[in-house]
C-alpha cells in the first residue's frame, strides 16, 4: 500500500528562529576563557577590597574574566599565555596605585591557591622599598585567608635590563594615567622598534655561536690531542690526558656560555616587546573606554 507523504504539525505560535542578537552572543561567549565562577568571583572581591586604599588602573588576567565597577582595561596576561601550556593556575594581575603616596604596584592573585603577590619585576623605579612593605603589611592585614608574598626581580632573568630598556622609551605612569596618548602611542612605537631590533641581534648572536662551536672543537680536538700526545714521553700518559680534557672541556665551556647568553638576550629581547604589546593593549582599551 503506498501512503502520501507525512505532514508534519508544527504550531505557529512556536517561532524556531533564534532570537535577534543570538549569534553575536554565541560567538561572544565561544571568544571567551573558560574560567571557574569561584575564582572570577574571588577575583572581583579582593580587587574591589583594594579600593580602600589603591586605585586599580589595569586588569591582566590568565582564564579568568573580571569586570569592575567602573570599568578599567582589561586585557590577556601575555606572559603566560604566550607559554602553550595548561599548568599554569588562572590568576589575576593588577596594576595599582596607592591612594597616600601614588605608587605603582603590581599585585598578582591566584584564587586556587589562596596566593597573592607583588610582582616586581613590572614596577621597577615606581615605588620604595618603604611602599612595597607597607603595602605587603596591608594586604596580609586585610586577607588573612591568603598568602602574601613579594616575588623579587631575577638578575638571571635580566629583569633590570628589561625595566632600563623600557623605561628609555616610555614609562608605565604615562602608559596607565598619561593624558597625551598620541606622544605615548610614538614612544610605545619606538618600544616595539627597539625589541624588534634587540631580537635580531640576538639571532645573529646565536647563529655566530652555532657556526663556529662545531668547526672550532673540532680543529681544537685534533691539535690538541695530536700536538700533546707528542710530550706524552716527557710528561707522562696521565699528565697528557688531565690536559686535553681541560682544553678541550674548557673551550667547550667558553662556547657553552656564548650560547646562553644568546638565548639570554634572545629572552629579554621577547620580554621586550611583549611588554610593548602590553603597553599598547593597555593605551587601545584606555582609548575606548575614555
Known sequence: MKHGPRATAVSPSVDRRPPAGAAVGAARFAAEPLADTEDCDVCLQVLTALGTFASVRAVKAYRLRVELTPPVPHLPCLDHEAMLHEGIAPHAAAYVEDHESGELHEIVLTPSKRRIEIDVASTLHEHTPAGQERL????????????????????????????????????LREVLAGSDFDHIAVALDRLRTVGSLMEKESRVASWSVRTVTGPFLAVMGFLVYRGLAELAPELGEGTVTLLQAVLVGGAGALFLYFGLKAVHLTEMANRVWKRAAEFGLILAERRRLG
Open 136 to 171: 605587603l603589611a596591608r594586604l596580609r592585614a586585610q586577607f588573612p585567608g591568603f598568602t602574601c608574598r613579594v616575588n623579587t626581580v631575577s638578575w638571571l632573568r635580566g629583569d633590570r635590563r628589561v625595566a632600563r630598556a623600557c623605561r628609555a622609551q616610555v614609562t
